[in-house]
């Protein structure tokens, strides 16, 4: 679903181990790696859309996750001006996600990457907290840090970790001469 300002209505996924680290994928046949993420369809809620694309994506169902927390309204990304295909309509801008913060509940032994018929992810670790948003694809790395910042207190709580407010930058890349 794209809504009328060219925003397609999406939910993140950040899915938390026992020790408080973050799952972390590398996108099938790319380089990228993310949080696992994907649209809302038109019949369903974004709780719905996030346990079909769970399941899609690592193979988990509902009853091996618990939700810790949701952001609070939507968060906006646009999409650079090259992934956007204006010959399509409604044309697609960026997305509009609702992030989820899951705890694994069961072992790592169930996370599937080919749990459906076109899998997303080929490869997948477990990350420090704010790794994701220093190595994302630079136009998801504000809502990376903004997902992040809204969950970074509730981690806290639960794993008695210091993670700071700001995550780390990458460090600049030097011109070459």
Request: with cysteine.
């Amino acid at each position: 679903m794209i809504d009328i300002d060219g925003y397609r209505l999406n939910v993140g996924i950040v899915l938390l181990n026992d020790a408080g680290r973050l799952f972390w994928a590398r996108r099938i046949h790319r380089d990228g790696w993310q949080f696992p993420q994907g649209g809302i369809r038109s019949d369903e809620t974004p709780e719905e859309a996030m346990f079909r694309e769970l399941e899609e994506e690592t193979g988990l169902t509902g009853e091996q996750v618990e939700i810790v927390a949701s952001t609070h309204g939507w968060l906006r990304y646009r999409l650079p001006e090259r992934y956007v295909r204006r010959h399509q309509r409604p044309t697609c801008i960026g997305q509009k996600q609702v992030w989820y913060l899951l705890r694994l509940r069961g072992t790592e032994d169930a996370l599937q990457l080919d749990a459906s018929d076109k899998p997303e992810f080929d490869l997948w670790r477990w990350v420090d907290f704010w790794y994701p948003a220093a190595h994302v694809v630079p136009f998801k790395r504000d809502v990376y840090e903004r997902a992040l910042r809204q969950f970074a207190p509730l981690v806290e709580q639960l794993f008695s970790m210091e993670l700071g407010s700001q995550p780390p930058r990458p460090a600049p890349v030097a011109a070459e001469s």
